[in-house]
């Protein structure tokens, strides 16, 4: 059956003009896998193999595998069913590489280079924790047998802490208003420095700003650890950037979650006011008027519990583009070498692949003349076909791509409402939680639908989708940030985006003197770095919680041809 492709992105919306927010840490799940084998190599003449097994990884940027764990040794067997754990830091947006190597550990040298090698398997963390609600099996290389993984989440990074904070008595900052006060919430790392993770909205022109509820994930704020510390930072909001602080004052969520009361009013600091005066008392105070700590699903539980990410690609086929058989072409191919359409694809792609089981992707174009009758189309499929546009892996879509260039004629406008609402018909079908869409558009120039486009994402907001666009060439995007909502919320025709779906990157800032496969790996990681968070937000918002454990991998809609219904 048709299928169309799995992904996510997130973030909460920032509200109105608020400021600039700080670097976002992307929280690390910690991870647990269960290994065991069967049908090993026995390396012993007068007993059964004493199996061990291995754990290494290779991380983004890195080019060598380094030990992350290891299983106990369990005598006589070639059944093993190692008892310890091992635990790996999981990030969505990284394909993190990972090397099982069975050992039959006889000797007592700790170096499992004196030991007889039983054989290994390599696969991405990604792939196990993409294995819906299953175990993971593998046949063993250079041996016999199999290795089967299991990946859990662990809970206490499932966590989600909901805080009413308020200020009262700020000090004064604007010369002819008061104050337009924001905070920043820092976590302490193991190094002792400070993290900015987490900030509120601005209130406007107060000294007793009361802010929105502040809902933050647990493993974010204090990494799970209740009694790490936590510093939070109020500062008054100017529009040029040059934020003043007001004051910090430190906390853990151990004391916070002593509630309201004389422990959780703090004094807000200001560093130089105190240095400066002896007679300084504080700067305004803040109060916890309420605190809540909850489980919940967590983005592996979603996946784990058999909700599908469907992938789709939208790639610019505008004559700005320039002539595919010129080499100052974005389009051109030169053997060997990745173009940047190229290069995005498979950066997106080749993360996403790991958790798509039949792993085909739709792939569409926009902005093309089409033939045989030669119409310009935005929203037609690259692999040639009328009515299904669906292509076998990363392979497929580059495939498609690179031979849609020897029939598509580049033309215009830069229109992405079509695909945008092409996706969006699937969603708006599909909203019971076992689906979630991610279309990836691939653009070299300034949109010429702004308003449908706008509109197109303000509808889709509301839908389990996300958007991710990626800018080619070196054409002035700054326009294209306003439909990224980190910033400020994307509205139209009066009506504000439930949510950020939208996640906006420059590919010129990943490449030069990283090197091209290095580049892959840091634009993956910014491009996807939002997407768990963002279908998290929808299932959050739309009660979709109730499906996990009931739902049923493999009902994918049905693929119409262009403007067709889904």
């Not at 004559?319 to 997106?348: C, E, M, W």
Request: proline share 6%; with cysteine; hydrophobic share 35%.
């Amino acid at each position: 059956m048709n299928r169309h492709r799995k992904m996510q992105a997130g973030g909460m919306p920032a509200m109105g003009g608020g400021p600039p927010g700080p670097p976002q840490m992307v929280p690390m799940t910690t991870v647990e896998l269960s290994l065991s084998a069967k049908g090993l190599k026995n390396k012993d003449a007068l007993s059964k193999s004493d199996p061990l097994c291995i754990m290494y990884m290779k991380e983004t940027g890195q080019e060598r595998y380094t030990e992350a764990g290891r299983t106990e040794m369990i005598k006589d067997t070639l059944d093993p069913q190692w008892i310890r754990k091992l635990e790996a830091s999981y990030r969505f947006e990284e394909r993190q590489m990972l090397r099982f190597a069975i050992y039959d550990w006889d000797s007592k040298s700790s170096n499992p280079d004196d030991q007889d090698k039983l054989g290994t398997v390599e696969c991405s963390l990604g792939e196990i924790m993409g294995c819906q609600g299953s175990q993971m099996s593998r046949t063993i290389s250079g041996g016999s047998g199999v290795l089967i993984i299991q990946g859990d989440e662990v809970s206490a990074s499932k966590e989600v802490v909901t805080m009413n904070i308020t200020a009262s008595d700020l000090d004064k900052k604007d010369f002819l208003g008061k104050s337009d006060p924001f905070l920043i919430f820092y976590r302490c790392n193991d190094n002792s420095s400070y993290l900015p993770v987490h900030k509120t909205e601005v209130i406007k022109k107060t000294l007793n700003p009361v802010w929105k509820p502040i809902v933050v994930p647990a493993r974010t704020l204090c990494a799970g650890d209740h009694s790490r510390s936590i510093k939070i930072e109020c500062h008054d909001w100017d529009s040029d950037g040059s934020h003043d602080l007001i004051g910090e004052c430190y906390t853990t969520l151990q004391r916070l979650l002593e509630g309201p009361g004389t422990t959780n009013i703090y004094q807000v600091i200001n560093p130089k006011k105190k240095a400066k005066k002896s007679s300084y008392k504080d700067s305004g105070k803040l109060t916890l008027r309420s605190i809540t700590i909850h489980v919940e699903p967590s983005f592996l539980d979603y996946i784990r519990g058999g909700t599908q990410i469907h992938f789709t690609v939208a790639v610019d086929f505008t004559a700005s583009n320039g002539d595919p058989r010129t080499p100052s072409s974005l389009h051109f191919r030169q053997p060997g070498v990745d173009n940047q359409y190229s290069l995005a694809i498979k950066a997106v792609g080749e993360i996403i692949q790991d958790y798509d089981t039949d792993k085909m992707f739709p792939a569409l174009g926009f902005g093309g003349r089409v033939p045989p009758e030669w119409v310009v189309s935005h929203e037609f499929f690259l692999n040639g076909s009328p009515d299904n546009p669906y292509c076998q892996g990363v392979a497929g879509v580059l495939d498609a791509y690179h031979r849609s260039l020897q029939t598509v004629g580049l033309y215009g406008p830069t229109n992405f409402a079509p695909v945008i609402n092409h996706v969006a018909r699937f969603a708006q079908a599909h909203q019971d939680g076992n689906n979630y869409f991610v279309l990836l558009i691939i653009t070299d120039g300034i949109i010429c639908d702004l308003p449908d486009t706008r509109k197109a994402l303000v509808n889709a907001s509301d839908l389990p989708m996300s958007v991710i666009i990626v800018g080619v060439g070196n054409e002035d995007f700054s326009a294209m940030e306003q439909l990224d909502g980190d910033e400020q919320r994307l509205s139209s025709g009066g009506k504000y985006a439930s949510r950020d779906i939208v996640q906006f990157v420059e590919l010129r800032r990943h490449l030069g003197a990283r090197g091209g496969h290095h580049s892959q790996a840091l634009l993956a990681k910014d491009v996807l770095a939002e997407i768990p968070q963002q279908l998290v937000s929808w299932m959050r918002t739309h009660g979709a919680s109730k499906v996990l454990g009931s739902q049923q991998p493999g009902a994918v809609p049905s693929v119409p041809g262009p403007g067709g219904a889904a």
